[in-house]
């Protein structure tokens, strides 16, 4: 990272902590991640209710809609780190597969390229982990 960029991505960060003070003074030191650890997953009715059949009645179900969702966001790379963990968490509670998630990254490294598909996949294994010993035998 070159120094302009770096002195810019800096400012920018400075920036977006500014906008979070001025909105509510309580968003300045939010972090998604302790967000993350209340709500680690939504049972799978709820799932349903909110991705399948909220947006298309006769459309996709909560599962694809949840694997589309894990392609954008890794596609985002770096960005949604916390997002893409929560996801995969709920594509899986969905009915997905760690395979299925896995193809869906793999795919995605053709558009977001090798760093964002790396991280992905680094992601979901982190989750994979987790999540074995939580899953139904």
Do not use: C
Not at 69 to 86: F, H, K, N, S
Request: glycine residues 6%.
């Amino acid at each position: 990272m070159t120094d302009p960029f770096r002195q810019m991505f800096q400012q920018m960060l400075a920036q977006g902590q500014e906008m979070a003070r001025a909105f509510n003074p309580a968003l300045e030191h939010f972090d998604m991640r302790a967000f993350e650890k209340m709500f680690p997953t939504m049972p799978a009715d709820m799932l349903e209710m909110w991705f399948g059949k909220t947006f298309n009645r006769d459309g996709l179900d909560a599962r694809t809609r949840l694997l589309v969702t894990v392609a954008a966001m890794t596609v985002q790379g770096a960005m949604a780190e916390p997002q893409l963990r929560l996801t995969i968490r709920h594509a899986i509670e969905a009915g997905a597969t760690p395979r299925e998630i896995a193809e869906v990254i793999y795919q995605m490294g053709m558009f977001a390229g090798l760093p964002a598909m790396q991280k992905a996949l680094e992601i979901a294994q982190g989750v994979f982990t987790e999540t074995e010993g939580s899953q139904p035998s």
